[in-house]
């Protein structure tokens, strides 16, 4: 399968423990998105990386979260001190180099589930 | 006022209807617009493009009215299979050639036999 892949699929968690995510986007692809969806609404922009650089990060990533993607392939996004409203589907995408706004294609995401 | 709106549904209808999704946009600079499809705990994924001049694939068809910021979805001769949620996306396009996408709040769509 050479799609993006996630892991892990799903994720419990107790408040204030931290979780860390992954993202394998399609190979090639340089750039690399993620974005959370809670139930019943479209999922929201976090934040964007061209290859190794983090170009935009949403306001709705506060202090708590980190992202990074250090050799521009995989990316990582981690949630420090969770808390009960940071139960979500973290949704990771990727799109190719070279076409102005290139569809995003997403992997199958991550379920958290904060107690 | 959220930047993507659509009304959320339920649309329950039957085989072979000809159903049709709205959704309207604020903040109109620069941007291109998407219909994208969500199955049941699944990741979204690209139905097609909306263009100003419509376009249309198969028994889907899209259309962007930029003077109104209105944009439209419709599906004709439903089948069971087109039972999904239907999101409206906007993308905001960056000097990188990437773009953050935004997202209505998805319609849903049953199609009963």
Redesign the interface.
Known sequence: DTGVSQDPRHKITKRGQNVTFRCDPISEHNRLYWYRQTLGQGPEFLTYFQNEAQLEKSRLLSDRFSAERPKGSFSTLEIQRTEQGDSAMYLCASSPPGVWGAEQFFGPGTRLTVL | RKE?EQD?GPFNVPEGATVAFNCTYSNSASQ?FFWYRQDCR?????LMSVYSSGNEDGRFTAQLNRASQYISLLIRDSKLSDSATY?C?K?L??Y???????????TELSVKP
């Open positions: 993507v959320p291109s699944k990741e979204p994924k690209l999101l996306v993308i396009l960056n990188n050639q990437g773009g953050k996408l935004i997202f209505g709040q998805g």
